[in-house]
């Protein structure tokens, strides 16, 4: 599968965006979808994923509340809503994929991933 990240971009804080991850195939609704995030000089951190099996949804604990992950099988997309933006949530914002975890934090264990994009939070 081959995905696509957009949405970012320059927003001030409180503000909300939308990023989408749209993925091509028709499997798309057998994989689990997570949101990464890496800020310069920082490691790929997890933001949040939608299970493949259960729809379940698992959020790192910096964004719950504010952030929602969501998926629409049938328009093979993923979606990340964020609510109420700080300036530590700016960074380059990735989509990710993977057929066979249902629940995983660690960047490894997704195979497939987007671009980036970027989201910045000024003040």
């Known amino acids: 599968v081959q995905l696509q990240a957009s949405g970012g971009g320059l927003v001030q804080v409180g503000g909300s965006l939308t990023l989408s991850c749209a993925a091509s195939g028709r499997t798309f609704a057998t994989y689990t979808v997570g949101w990464f995030r890496q800020a310069p000089g920082k490691e790929r951190e997890f933001v949040a994923l939608v299970s493949r099996s259960s729809g379940r949804t698992y959020y790192a604990d910096s964004v719950k509340g504010r952030f929602t992950i969501s998926r629409d099988n049938a328009k093979n997309s993923g979606y990340l809503q964020m609510n109420s933006l700080k300036l530590e949530d700016t960074a380059v914002y990735y989509c990710?994929?993977?057929?066979?975890?249902?629940?995983?934090?660690?960047?490894?264990?997704?195979?497939?991933w987007g671009q980036g994009t970027q989201v910045t939070v000024s003040s």
């Open positions: 990710a994929a993977d057929p066979y975890i249902t629940q995983a934090a660690a960047p490894g264990s997704y195979e497939y």
